[in-house]
């Protein structure tokens, strides 16, 4: 392979500005991070030495990371370095809310932070990757069945089982084999009997997520179908045609189940309900213009004190206290980082790499596009959490996990140039 | 592969779509930030609905009436003037609408969307009140209920108002809802009060009479103490022989003015009413929606009802707010700007969030009418209450002694105006179930006019 001069992003070439951009932005991340840990432990003395700890180790992380993977590989990281800083915010701000949870967030994201590496390593082998899609699919809907069956309710939905006294949310981790399958099925077989058994996996995966209540998830796994569908068949009609029949299910199980729309009753209503149903609403658009362009200052807020606000309202706490400008380069981030995908996705060594990551790209906005515009009142409250940003052990691991499916379809990744790429292809 | 590649446009286009609607979101939070960060469950500034964080209120001469510390709202020091202040800046559980503290919250705050709710140039809003005279004036109402408000007639400002009862916000009386005393303590009389006007709205029959009875002046009239009409009496309270239109104003005749009255007509009495802009409801400056007067519906053709009327002894009711305004009108030559009491607010960097401008009350009086007028309730004092009463001020006014049913003493009423361009004040004072309307009211609004004029001079 030839992966001695274009590949050398970093240092190896001379009037390549890529390493040492990269050396700059990480120098600001860190000083981002001092600041932001100084201004937490100022607050928490109860818990200062061990969170000084989980904030020091996690600096270093990343430093190792920028060494290992970038300097001494000579490997691209921008889309790492994204996810760090966005992980960075959820630790902070569990660690300034739940500092007993602070623990389980940090080692979440290191957890995922090897759920990515092995990911990406695992993927390095297309065969292996084709063969594993049907155990992925059983593991994937084996999660979803475990949780229903020991599974107890939590704030409306089934989705929470306990091991150990950890509790952990299988359909996070349901999302990554989900997207795999999705793609290794439609990457491989073109014919129907193939086609028709990933929409019965999907159809499977919705329904045991209705049946949890976790209207939240459903939509995001039903957002990915359509998402994939469309990147295998290309067929606009086909896709108007399922989104159609989801709709006409939809209405079906409300006319059946009514008591399901009562959640919804306070939608674009909750000024009128602002003690009620539109508590968490109100509250968090009140706290987030509270927090004007700078915040107020990390544990200064007070939407912290309602419920959820560290998970589904983490977007306008984010504001109240890191300020509107913040939160809202964190959702442009998100977006640029979909857009950076599909860029990518053109050069990946084959189309299930391409349908992987444009998969995961569009779950990561159809989460957050729920997350925001939920909590903000422009669409019912779902109540799913924030991708990187809300904190949540499992949720973080599987966002991670979705990051290395939109990192492999970069050939980059995998010691190739993009120039490579095109010529092999062209090749063909 | 390729086919896929192409494909990649949904994954651009449902970013493209997050990216757009994000920017829906940014500009809707953004347009509303200050309206939800000024939502009363806002812990930030409020604490149970009650405004905590805010800058503070000074009146014109910089005495602080209210500031907040950690979290606490403070107010004067002095009982007195708290509870004289109360109405202006409101109470902390909202009861009562007007005030400051609510309706100019967002200049109170200083809230921008930059700084957001940290702001540290807490903003200080002034007002146009003098704080120790409208403390002065709320004592001399005593145990009276009633009210005074006094404003500069030029430019609109409000120097002095208080109205009773009142209660010291520190010392909410235990009583305060079933005690007769506290009836109705959550109103702002000035704003939101009618009263019967009794005599004083013969200046309103006064300019009926100008505008539309070319020989008033020549006219006389005759009182025997009383004048019956085929559906009823009118009664004076003296009598006071013949007399010409000026004296009938000046010792306030009822017979005379009945017969004024009747001889305008009720419907341009109407008109006289509506055109002292009396009958309107205003939106004040200062945010506050003042309560309409009403002529009364009454029978035209009655001439008792009529001549009733036009002593101001019917079903009209006055607002002290609107009179005010037709005081200012008259001294000003026909025009008056709405009065109001909240001057400006700016933060400590300097930077205005609110700054008063005079408004037209769109009263319209004919400068030469309302010049006559003028001269006439000039009269009324030089010629028959006696300028020693006034002491410095030059004063133009009318009493007004107007019964109410059920009640034991009449109230008193005196609304009036400096003559003198230099000291351009203009008064209404009620005097709740205490008499006569000069020797009450008179009286307080005599006191007042002459602790602004010794304060200004």
Request: net charge positive; hydrophobic share 10%; aromatic share 16%.
């Given at each position: 392979m030839e992966t001695t001069k274009n590949t050398r992003m970093y240092f190896g070439r001379p009037g390549n500005f890529y390493g040492f951009i990269t050396f700059v932005v990480m120098i600001a991340l860190t000083a981002y991070q001092i600041i932001m840990s100084y201004l937490v432990l100022k607050q928490e003395k109860d818990d200062f030495a061990k969170l000084l700890i989980f904030f020091v180790s996690y600096m270093f992380i990343e430093w190792i990371y920028f060494i290992v993977v970038g300097v001494i590989k000579n490997r691209q990281i921008s889309l790492e370095i994204i996810a760090f800083a966005l992980s960075s915010i959820s630790l902070f701000i569990t660690a300034s809310i739940n500092p007993s949870s602070a623990l389980t967030q940090f080692a979440s994201i290191v957890l995922g932070l090897f759920v990515f590496i092995f990911m990406i390593e695992f993927m390095k082998d297309t065969t292996r990757t084709s063969f594993m899609r049907m155990p992925m699919a059983l593991a994937a809907l084996g999660l979803l069945a475990i949780t229903i069956l020991l599974a107890s309710y939590k704030n409306g939905a089934k989705n929470w089982i306990y091991i150990g006294g950890v509790s952990i949310q299988p359909s996070e981790f349901a999302k990554i084999a989900f997207v795999y399958v999705g793609a290794a099925t439609l990457d491989k077989l073109q014919s129907t009997r193939s086609l028709t058994m990933y929409v019965l996996f999907a159809v499977a995966c919705v329904g045991l997520l209705g049946l949890m209540s976790d209207f939240g998830a459903a939509l995001i796994y039903f957002a990915t179908f359509i998402i994939m569908a469309f990147m295998r068949s290309g067929d606009f009609r086909t896709i108007i045609m399922v989104c159609a029949a989801a709709l006409i299910g939809g209405i079906i199980i409300l006319t059946m189940r009514p008591y399901i729309l009562t959640r919804f009753k306070?939608?674009?209503?909750i000024w009128e309900y602002i003690d009620e149903g539109g508590f968490q609403q109100t509250r968090s658009l009140i706290y987030a213009a509270s927090g004007g362009f700078f915040g107020v200052g990390i544990g200064n807020g007070y939407l912290r004190d309602v419920f959820a606000a560290s998970e589904d309202l983490v977007f306008c706490l984010v504001c109240e206290e890191l300020g509107m400008l913040t939160g809202f380069l964190i959702l442009i981030t998100i977006a640029l980082m979909a857009l950076g995908t599909a860029y990518n996705a053109r050069y990946s060594r084959s189309s299930f790499f391409t349908i992987a990551s444009c998969a995961a790209a569009g779950m990561i906005i159809v989460q957050t596009s729920l997350n925001v515009f939920g909590v903000t009142d422009f669409i019912p409250m779902t109540g799913v959490t924030l991708p990187f940003i809300s904190q949540g052990g499992s949720s973080m691991i599987s966002c991670w996990g979705l990051l290395a499916f939109i990192k492999a379809a970069d050939a980059r990744t995998y010691g190739l140039s993009l120039s490579h790429t095109k010529e092999r292809r062209q090749l063909r | 592969m390729r086919t896929v590649n192409k494909r990649i446009v949904f994954l651009v286009v449902i970013a493209i779509i997050f990216f757009v609607f994000v920017d829906i979101l940014m500009f809707s939070m953004f347009s509303h930030s200050e309206e939800y960060a000024m939502n009363s469950k806002n812990s930030h500034l409020f604490s149970n609905g009650v405004l905590v964080n805010a800058g503070t209120i000074k009146d014109t001469n910089g005495v602080a009436l209210a500031s907040s510390k950690n979290g606490k709202r403070y107010y004067s020091s002095d009982s007195v003037v708290r509870e004289a202040m109360l109405h202006a800046l409101g109470d902390d559980k909202g009861y009562i609408s007007g005030g400051v503290e609510n309706t100019f919250r967002k200049e109170l705050c200083g809230y921008n969307i930059v700084t957001g709710v940290t702001s540290t140039s807490n903003p200080t809003l002034y007002l146009t009140l003098d704080s120790q005279i409208s403390a002065d004036a709320y004592e001399k109402l005593g145990e009276h209920k009633g009210c005074i408000i006094v404003a500069?007639?030029?430019?609109?400002?409000?120097?002095a108002m208080a109205t009773s009862p009142s209660y010291d916000i520190y010392n909410v009386p235990d009583d305060i809802e079933d005690n007769e005393k506290y009836e109705g303590v959550y109103i702002d009389r000035i704003f939101k009060g009618l009263y019967t006007p009794g005599s004083t709205f013969k200046t309103v029959t006064s300019l009926a009479a100008i505008e539309n009875i070319s020989d008033i002046y020549d006219q006389t009239f005759t009182c025997n103490g009383s004048y019956k009409y085929d559906d009823g009496e009118i009664i004076c309270m003296?009598?006071?022989g013949t007399l010409t239109f000026q004296q009938a104003l000046n010792r306030s005749c009822n017979v005379a003015f009945a017969q004024i009255a009747n001889e305008v007509g009720a419907s341009k009495l109407e008109s006289a009413f509506n055109e002292s802009g009396l009958a309107n409801s205003y939106e004040t400056p200062d945010r506050i929606t003042t309560q309409a007067s009403s002529f009364g519906d009454i029978d035209k053709s009655s001439k008792s009802q009529v001549g009733w009327t036009g002593i101001g002894q019917y079903k009209t009711l006055v607002n002290p707010y609107a009179y005010l305004i037709y005081m200012c009108a008259i001294a000003n030559g026909g025009t008056a700007y709405k009065p109001y009491y909240v001057d400006y607010s700016k933060t400590s960097?300097?930077?205005?969030l609110y700054q008063a401008q005079g408004v037209d009350s769109g009263v319209k009086i004919n400068s030469d009418y309302a010049k006559q007028l003028k001269e006439l309730m000039r009269s009324d004092v030089r010629d028959y209450y006696g300028d020693y009463m006034f002491g410095n001020v030059t004063m133009c006014g009318k009493s007004g002694t107007a019964q109410v049913e059920g009640q034991d003493n009449s109230n008193s009423l005196f609304v009036g105006f400096s003559y003198d361009d230099s000291f351009p004040y203009a008064s209404v004072a009620v005097v709740e179930n205490a008499g006569a309307g000069l020797k009450y009211a008179g009286q307080l609004t005599a006191d007042i006019m002459n602790e602004i004029y010794n304060k200004s001079n």
């Open positions: 306070t939608y674009r209503h | 500069n007639y030029k430019t609109g400002k409000i120097i003296d009598t006071h960097g300097g930077r205005y």
